[in-house]
């Protein structure tokens, strides 16, 4: 049985096929136009690092152009993606500095006690440091409020 539409749909098809080739020149457009700012594929190739899979590194947790912490990962863009989805260190960028499974420790130890971050403060960090370590071990900094 064949299928007949009213003028009505005949119309309603014309006018939604209208508007979407409307809206596709539309985009056109603004493709056009965005494409001064956009960069281009020799520059995105040129800028590009090679890809290693998982990096085994020290990473460093910036806020404001300050490093609050220090760890250490076998795979550094996976565990700063879990710090970030954690929400525990409020931080805004990141930087990591690749070495050697076996030095991950001694890396580590080394930037902490250099840098002393607020939210690597360990009995190790303050002894290192000559600081009075409370007897509770660990302790948070006063000023960094954590929030769920």
């Known amino acids: 049985m064949p299928y007949y539409r009213t003028p009505e749909q005949k119309e309603a098809i014309?006018?939604?096929?209208?508007?979407?080739?409307a809206e596709r020149k539309e985009f056109a457009e603004r493709v056009v136009e965005m494409r001064g700012d956009l960069v281009l594929h020799g520059e995105?190739?040129?800028?590009?690092k090679p890809w290693h899979g998982r990096v085994c590194g020290v990473y460093f947790l910036l806020c404001k152009g300050v490093v609050v912490y220090v760890g250490q990962s076998v795979g550094v863009h996976a565990r700063v993606d879990q710090h970030e989805m954690a929400g525990l260190i409020a931080f805004d960028a990141w930087h990591y500095v690749e070495c050697e499974q076996e030095q991950l420790d001694v890396t580590e130890r080394a930037y902490i006690d250099a840098l002393l971050p607020v939210m690597n403060r360990d009995d190790r960090t303050l002894i290192s440091q000559g600081l009075p370590v409370q007897r509770l071990g660990w302790r948070k900094p006063l000023d960094v409020r954590i929030t769920r």
């Open 44 to 48: 995105i190739a040129s800028a590009a």
């Open 14 to 21: 014309r006018a939604a096929a209208e508007m979407r080739k």
